[in-house]
């Protein structure tokens, strides 16, 4: 099993950024797929970006496209979300989660942190 804890939330005004961040503990780091997902209230839980084993190939959801970045350290079993160009619309709670499985099968992660608020004024 792995154990994930997010961090670097807060509230940033409308055009800035801010770098999540997500420690891993726990066995085998490497075998894992990374993954970033967030929750805005009243909505659904949705997939933001993801990140394969090897840290090699990456996918976006498409308004977070060309803003977000997603990246791991292995050395440090962390992995990152850096989101320039905030918006509104980006307020939410962001997971950070993992799955053992081909990191493109969303529906696969099964281990997640506790989540991190991010909030957006305008």
């Known amino acids: 099993q792995v154990q994930l804890v997010e961090s670097g939330g807060g509230l940033v005004q409308a055009g800035g950024s801010l770098r999540l961040s997500c420690v891993a503990s726990?066995?085998?780091?490497?075998?894992?797929?990374m993954g970033w997902f967030r929750q805005a209230p009243g909505k659904e839980r949705e997939f933001v970006a993801v990140i394969s084993q090897s840290g090699g190939v990456t996918a976006y959801e498409d308004s977070v496209k060309g803003r977000f970045t997603i990246s791991r350290d292995s050395a440090k079993n962390t992995v990152y979300l850096q989101m320039n160009t905030l918006k509104p619309e980006d307020t939410a709670v962001y997971y950070c989660?993992?799955?053992?499985?081909?990191?493109?099968?969303?529906?696969?992660?099964?281990?997640w942190g506790q989540g991190t608020q991010v909030t957006v004024s305008s």
């Open positions: 726990g066995r085998a780091y490497s075998t894992y797929a």
């Open positions: 989660a993992a799955t053992d499985a081909h990191f493109l099968l969303i529906r696969t992660y099964g281990y």
